[in-house]
């Protein structure tokens, strides 16, 4: 049915990429293992998004409250704080974290960092300059001028009027008037500012790359650098009064300072996890967080650290306490944790049936429905999706497409030719034997026993019986098959990489090439009876045909993301969904598409509607949102100009074509499997430096010669990923163009 993606977005800086250890699950599972033999499957820069045309609404049902990430977060007292995140996401709670309740930022720019000086008076920071304001607790938020387009990481208010804000390029804004007027002022390094920290209206500290930290005694008017005794990357700072402060940053680096910074010591923190946030509430009690769940807490000032149990291996991010014993931390895919006991026990004020990704799901009704992803995953739901429920599956492979017929009879397929089977609405699950080992990425079944899945490599496998048995057919391709819809025991379509439409009208013993006028790769299929029908794909496509494919004719999207899922209600209400949270909807056929808010900018896979009103969305990290609402009025929507896209080339793995920078380095990269293991292949131009710096998702991992080559052996096995490169003249700013490489599918 509907079937596609995961990827989490990649952000371009290091407070946001959160560590070398965390493994951004990247490419679509439409592209895994198509390299070899598909049209260019990376759409590898975010491209344009489809105007909004209505006020349909997409809420979460999983994780909850939400899931984008929170990079920030700031309490006033034991009841009163707010988080931010992914997406422009703001999030606040009045009564201790019991309840959090969505804020309206009237922005899509992740937010980084949030301040706020009393319940009322708060200032968020994020992506292109973003700064946010409110005086009344969140109700609304007022956007300032920050005169920059440099991403904002950190945010510190010492009062109402008195904030800093530092980012990118060693950027620092500073405002005396509460945000109304805010100034560049000079911080003496270009490397990007993660963190700051003001105990008063004078005295701060900010703290960046190489153990780069800052400091100022006069408000900022002069910052000065101070000897940290460390190359590492610093990601957090918390002084408490303007002699007592504590430094955190990668590999578990904790540094110290009880005099304003004139001497930093180093502390041991038990660990070689990334620490990206900390917080103290007075000299001696602190508590810093960091990468696969980490928690670390001092009672004597830093001298010892005690590893706590946090109850997640989620990165955490932003860490607050208002007093020595209540605190909380937030991270990746909405997590949330409380403590009221200095961390003796941390309770999860979010949930989640699964924060690993979905890649289809398909509703029966209404209500009934179920999802398939990551690691065998299986979630159910009998109410709408008020409640998902674990089922299981039997199987740790991905789990890619799904179809059920009724409530009771489905089949879900995946990895190394996987085929489960229920026919109990799920309570038991029941493999079958495929006959391959090929990775199946979509199945439709037309009634209870006959049913159709595709996948690698052309294949296409037919049963009659349920599923008893498979038998494999003819389609006359090697391309990948990742669609497939069937509308009755006879007619059928899939299509595939390099624009592939095939078409049978007898159950597939006859699979005909159809015309679809396009190369672009082709990732979903549905129709609404045997005539008329819709395929989305690469770069924003849309075909429809009205007489069974004979003509498939494009239609405009409004978007150039790449589309992973349709959903037709009927002929002429129908949801496309894909990259970056791209959702838009048509209730004319497809004559006019309009592009709605997702809340997420978090890849999604597929979509299922059931009537007009009810639909379902799922993706990356476990996303599935929700809406009730009919479908938008429809208004023409303007054709997006596609962002430019690399010319094809068959490699295992796409490689990105850089753009020149200022700098004149000019990088690209292609990945390959050695082994099985994620290896990547680094060549560049125009760099003068004797050395430079390799960073991997914004993280240095190696100074080498330059030679123009260089060899990353991630190591990594299978999976979904996608790492962003960047090469520097060692030790500078003077840095190439950033090169992503995406990586699908399981050990070849």
Request: charged letters at 10%.
């Amino acid at each position: 049915m509907k079937k596609k993606s995961t990827s989490q977005p990649a952000f371009f800086n290091l407070r946001v990429l959160i560590g070398l250890a965390v493994v951004l699950a990247g490419v679509f599972l439409a592209l895994l293992g198509l390299g070899g033999s598909s049209n260019a499957f990376a759409q590898l820069v975010k491209g344009s998004i489809p105007a909004v045309g209505s006020a349909t609404q997409w809420v979460w049902q999983n994780p909850l409250p939400q899931g984008n990430a929170l990079y920030a977060v700031a309490f006033v007292d034991t009841n009163n704080g707010t988080a931010v995140g992914g997406n422009g996401t703001i999030l606040k709670t009045a009564d201790g974290g019991n309840s959090w309740i969505i804020q309206s930022s009237g922005t899509t720019n992740t937010l980084y960092g949030v301040s706020f000086v009393d319940a009322n008076n708060g200032t968020a920071v994020g992506a292109s300059g973003t700064i946010l304001r409110t005086t009344d607790g969140g109700t609304t938020w007022v956007s300032q001028t920050s005169g920059t387009t440099n991403a904002l990481l950190g945010v510190s208010f010492a009062d109402t009027s008195h904030g800093s804000a530092v980012g990118e390029n060693g950027t620092i804004l500073r405002t005396t008037d509460g945000g109304a007027n805010w100034v560049s002022q000079a911080s003496g390094t270009t490397n990007n500012l993660n963190a700051v920290s003001f105990t008063d209206a004078n005295n701060g500290t900010a703290v960046s790359w190489y153990g780069i930290i800052i400091r100022t005694t006069d408000g900022g008017a002069n910052w000065v650098s101070q000897t940290s005794g460390t190359t590492s990357f610093l990601y957090g700072v918390s002084f408490t009064d303007a002699n007592n402060g504590t430094a955190v940053g990668e590999g578990g680096t904790i540094l110290r300072t009880t005099n304003g910074g004139v001497n930093w010591v180093n502390q041991a923190s038990g660990t070689t996890s990334f620490l990206w946030g900390v917080s103290f509430t007075d000299a001696n009690n602190g508590t810093a967080v960091g990468d696969g769940g980490t928690i670390l807490r001092t009672t004597n000032g830093g001298h010892r650290w005690v590893s706590q149990a946090s109850g997640t291996t989620n990165t955490l991010i932003g860490v607050s306490f208002t007093d020595a014993s209540v605190g909380t931390v937030v991270g990746f895919f909405g997590t949330i944790l409380q403590t009221a006991n200095g961390g003796t026990s941390w309770v999860s004020q979010s949930r989640a049936a699964t924060t690993g990704s979905l890649e289809d799901v398909s509703f029966t009704d209404a209500n009934t429905g179920t999802a398939v992803g990551e690691g065998g995953t299986i979630l159910r739901t009998i109410d709408g999706g008020n409640n998902w429920v674990r089922q299981t599956s039997g199987t740790t492979n991905w789990l890619l497409g799904v179809s059920f017929t009724d409530a009771n009879n489905g089949t879900a397929v995946g990895f190394f030719g996987t085929i489960l089977r229920t026919t109990d609405g799920g309570n038991n699950w029941v493999p079958q034997s495929s006959g391959t080992e090929n990775d199946l990425w979509d199945v439709s079944f037309a009634d209870a026993n006959n049913g159709t899945a595709v996948g690698y490599q052309g294949t296409i496998l037919r049963t009659i019986d349920g599923g008893n048995t498979w038998t494999s057919q003819s389609s006359g391709t090697f391309n990948p098959i990742v669609g497939v819809f069937f509308t009755d025991a006879n007619t059928g379509t899939v299509v595939g990489g390099a624009g592939i439409i095939l078409r049978t009208t007898d159950g597939g013993n006859n699979w005909v090439p159809q015309a679809s006028g396009t190369e672009n790769d082709l990732l979903d299929v549905f129709f609404t009876d045997t005539n008329t029908g819709t395929a989305v794909g690469q770069f924003g496509m849309i075909l429809k045909t009205t007489d069974g494919g004979d003509h498939w004719i494009s239609q405009s999207s409004g978007t150039a993301e790449l589309l992973a899922g349709v959903s037709f209600a009927d002929a002429n209400h129908g949801t496309a969904v894909g990259a970056f949270g791209t959702i838009v909807r048509t209730m004319d056929g497809g004559n006019n598409w309009v592009g709605e808010t997702s809340g997420t900018d978090y890849d999604l896979a597929g979509v299922s509607f059931a009537d007009v009103g009810n639909g379902t969305a799922v993706g990356y990290g476990g996303t599935i949102l929700r809406t009730t609402e009919s479908a938008p009025t429809p208004t023409p929507t303007p054709t997006a100009t596609p962002t430019p896209t690399p010319t094809a080339t068959p490699t295992p793995t796409p490689t990105a074509t850089p753009t020149p920078t200022p700098s004149g380095i000019v990088l690209t990269g292609s990945g390959r499997r050695v082994q099985g293991k994620q290896t990547v292949d680094l060549s560049w131009t125009g760099a003068n430096a004797a050395n430079v710096d390799i960073y991997r998702d914004g993280n240095l991992i190696a100074t080498v010669p330059n030679s123009g080559t260089y060899t990353d052996s991630i190591g990594v096995r299978g999976g979904n990923m996608r790492y962003t490169y960047k090469v520097c003249e060692a030790a500078t700013q003077n840095c190439s163009n950033e090169v992503t490489v995406r990586f699908g599918g399981p050990p070849l």
